[in-house]
């Protein structure tokens, strides 16, 4: 069992940035990948950024590269989604989700349905 818990959300002004964090407990942080994804209102929920356990594959999306960053501090098991020139197009809930299978020590992955944890959710509103 894994318990995620998402912070950092909020309201900011296009151009503006934020930081989300989201941290995990349960089981040994450092072994599974960590994944950010969004949902607007009335659209799917979608990948943002992922990172493996052991940081050697990072992987975007490609309407947030270049302006976002996700990390991991497995000393406080906690991953990060840093956010810079937020868009409007930004708003959503943003998640973070857990991949325990065995290889996302090494690999990360886009797909929804490979992430066995998820956490509630915290607000991001970009206003223009």
């Known amino acids: 069992q894994v318990q995620l818990v998402e912070s950092g959300g909020g309201v900011v002004q296009a151009g503006g940035s934020l930081r989300l964090s989201c941290a995990a407990s349960g089981r040994t942080f450092s072994r599974y990948a960590m994944g950010w994804f969004r949902q607007a209102p009335g659209k799917e929920r979608e990948f943002v950024a992922a990172?493996?356990?052991?940081?050697?594959?990072?992987y975007y999306t490609d309407s947030v590269k270049g302006r976002f960053t996700i990390s991991r501090d497995n000393a406080k098991n906690t991953v990060y989604l840093q956010m810079n020139s937020l868009r409007p197009e930004d708003t959503a809930v943003y998640f973070c989700a857990a991949d325990l299978a065995i290889g996302s020590y090494y690999y990360t992955t886009n797909r929804r349905d490979d992430y066995d944890y998820w956490g509630q959710g915290t607000q991001v509103t970009v206003s223009s």
């Open positions: 990172i493996s356990g052991s940081e050697s594959s990072i």
